[in-house]
């Protein structure tokens, strides 16, 4: 998927997690990309995850979302990515009741952290989310038709870094961070329902003047 609103096609500068990017969970078509609902974030075999590198401390990453989860186990939406155990993530999902809310979920060295609010979301309507990247803070902005939003929160870039993502144990390191930072679209369906997100842009934009 290039980063266009024109063209669905997949692009060399996108990247996809330990499986390839086949039909069976990404299924590109005019308007949309529409990616299947993969394993949890730290699933080792089929998550579906769709990404691009950053390439600039200063950058934004905006997508148009339509999404109807029917569970908590349902979950799409844009995510700021580093690996399994670091990453922030802006998301669709359905409360018990079944309606959809936007929420925002962090994880640091593997601790995960749920940020408030839970924005109410009407069912079936897209709504456009958007990260501006400004090293060392991260904000997480929505739009659902009313001009964007921003989320009252400042998180922490710094955990997208190869430096942030060594983990020492008693002084020995055991885990090596190597990946580098990937902005992108992500997609669970925790209990194999069958669900879909719809995708109808993705644009990453960088900004050497310092607004994302």
Same mark, same amino acid.
């Given at each position: 998927? %290039?980063?266009? $609103? *024109?063209d669905?096609?997949?692009?060399?500068?996108w990247?996809?997690?330990?499986? &390839?990017?086949?039909d069976?969970w990404?299924?590109?078509?005019?308007?949309?990309?529409?990616? %299947?609902?993969g394993?949890?974030?730290?699933?080792?075999r *089929?998550? *579906?995850?769709?990404?691009? %590198?950053?390439?600039? %401390?200063?950058?934004?990453?905006?997508t *148009?979302l339509?999404?109807?989860?029917r569970?908590?186990?349902?979950?799409?939406? =844009?995510?700021?990515?580093?690996?399994? $155990?670091?990453?922030?993530y802006?998301?669709v999902?359905?409360?018990?009741d079944?309606?959809p809310?936007l929420?925002?979920?962090?994880?640091?060295?593997?601790? =995960?952290?749920?940020?408030? &609010?839970?924005?109410?979301?009407?069912?079936?309507? &897209?709504?456009?989310?958007?990260?501006?990247?400004d090293?060392?803070?991260?904000? @997480?902005?929505?739009?659902t038709?009313?001009?964007?939003?921003?989320?009252?929160?400042?998180l922490?870039a710094?955990?997208?870094?190869d430096?942030?993502?060594?983990e @020492?144990?008693?002084?020995? !390191?055991?885990? !090596?961070? @190597?990946t580098?930072?990937?902005?992108?679209?992500?997609?669970?369906?925790?209990?194999?329902?069958?669900?879909?997100a719809?995708?109808?842009?993705?644009?990453?934009l960088?900004?050497?003047?310092? $607004?994302a």
């Amino acid at each position: 998927m %290039r980063s266009t $609103r *024109s063209d669905p096609d997949l692009g060399p500068d996108w990247s996809t997690l330990r499986r &390839p990017a086949t039909d069976d969970w990404l299924e590109p078509a005019p308007g949309r990309l529409r990616i %299947r609902g993969g394993q949890s974030p730290v699933g080792r075999r *089929s998550p *579906s995850l769709l990404a691009r %590198r950053v390439t600039a %401390r200063r950058c934004s990453f905006e997508t *148009s979302l339509t999404f109807a989860p029917r569970t908590p186990d349902h979950l799409a939406g =844009l995510t700021a990515y580093y690996n399994t $155990r670091n990453w922030h993530y802006l998301y669709v999902m359905a409360r018990d009741d079944g309606s959809p809310v936007l929420r925002a979920l962090s994880c640091e060295a593997g601790q =995960l952290t749920a940020h408030d &609010p839970a924005i109410p979301l009407e069912p079936g309507r &897209p709504v456009v989310l958007h990260a501006a990247l400004d090293v060392p803070v991260l904000r @997480f902005s929505y739009d659902t038709g009313e001009g964007l939003r921003t989320l009252p929160l400042e998180l922490d870039a710094t955990v997208l870094s190869d430096e942030h993502a060594d983990e @020492f144990h008693d002084g020995q !390191l055991r885990v !090596l961070g @190597f990946t580098g930072a990937m902005l992108g679209l992500w997609a669970q369906d925790l209990d194999g329902a069958g669900v879909h997100a719809d995708f109808a842009y993705a644009t990453y934009l960088t900004t050497p003047d310092g $607004r994302a």
